[in-house]
């Protein structure tokens, strides 16, 4: 059973920093490109960041480069995202999601889904 689960949501002030991890079971993220995308309440899902199936590309939304850094560990069968400087603009449910081969980094293109972890950034 293809599943993904996400962890290290939670509250956080702003400038503070979480690390989302998504850990796959069932397949192996190997031959995956997998994306980090958020929905804030009454948003639609956004792109954050995606990375290739080879780590050779890598995509951030302008809104965090320079603050997130999506890397994966294949071994672990797990991807990161290591968020830093957040914002209250970065509150919102992070998914990750995969797909085989390579993607664009949108959500229309991945067709596996973990359930989200809640971000919230508040003083």
């Known amino acids: 059973q293809v599943q993904l689960v996400e962890s290290g949501g939670g509250l956080v002030q702003p400038g503070g920093s979480l690390r989302l991890s998504c850990a796959a079971s069932?397949?192996?993220?190997?031959?995956?490109?997998i994306g980090w995308f958020r929905q804030a309440p009454g948003g639609e899902r956004e792109a954050v960041s995606c990375?290739?199936?080879?780590?050779?590309?890598?995509y951030y939304a302008d809104s965090v480069k320079g603050r997130f850094t999506i890397s994966r560990d294949n071994a672990k069968n797990t991807v990161y995202l290591q968020m830093n400087s957040l914002k209250p603009d970065d509150t919102a449910v992070y998914s990750c999601?995969?797909?085989?081969?390579?993607?664009?980094?949108?959500?229309?293109?991945?067709?596996?889904w973990g359930q989200g972890t809640q971000v919230t950034v508040s003083s």
């Open positions: 999601a995969a797909a085989i081969g390579f993607r664009l980094c949108l959500p229309s293109q991945y067709n596996y």
């Open positions: 990375i290739s199936n080879s780590e050779s590309t890598t």
């Open positions: 069932g397949f192996t993220l190997d031959y995956y490109a």
